[in-house]
């Protein structure tokens, strides 16, 4: 079983790779001892000292998402993978104010040209490859339909 120390170092050093949310973090020191209390103990004061900090990794998780090229619906399930408080990932999205429908047209573009298909059943191969990247119908449809 591991101590209080033993657990912050370890923490700190998976800190130090990337930035992490209080539950992956928990997670993982959970290898090392299954007594709640100390890694809840461990996690509060690494809070404290501004080295775990859900609004950060809330930011992050948002930007690394958008690079990606995912919509809402990829990043609500992302924010919800990682045990990010959805208030406040909800406050950073609008903090970011995005234009999803700008950013479904760009995906459309970089992935099948400038061109938009006049056949159904391309525009459906489209459509259907913005729904795997997580945007909602409406938005989809509005690409098709709306010069960006």
Request: net charge positive; aromatic share 8%.
């Amino acid at each position: 079983m591991a101590t209080e120390a033993e657990l912050f170092a370890k923490a700190l050093r998976v800190l130090a790779v990337r930035e992490h949310s209080r539950l992956e973090l928990a997670k993982k020191l959970a290898s090392l001892t299954e007594d709640s209390s100390l890694i809840e103990q461990v996690l509060d004061k690494l809070a404290q000292a501004d080295y775990l900090n859900e609004q950060r990794y809330a930011e992050l998780l948002v930007r690394s998402t958008l690079a990606k090229g995912y919509g809402p619906l990829k990043l609500a399930q992302a924010v919800r993978e990682k045990g990010v408080d959805s208030a406040l990932a909800k406050a950073v999205l609008e903090a970011a104010d995005l234009d999803w429908q700008a950013l479904a047209a760009h995906q459309r573009r970089k992935k099948f040209g400038d061109v938009l298909p006049t056949e159904w059943q391309e525009r459906a191969r489209q459509s259907r490859f913005l729904a795997g990247r997580g945007f909602y119908l409406e938005t989809i449809n509005a690409v098709f339909h709306e010069k960006c």
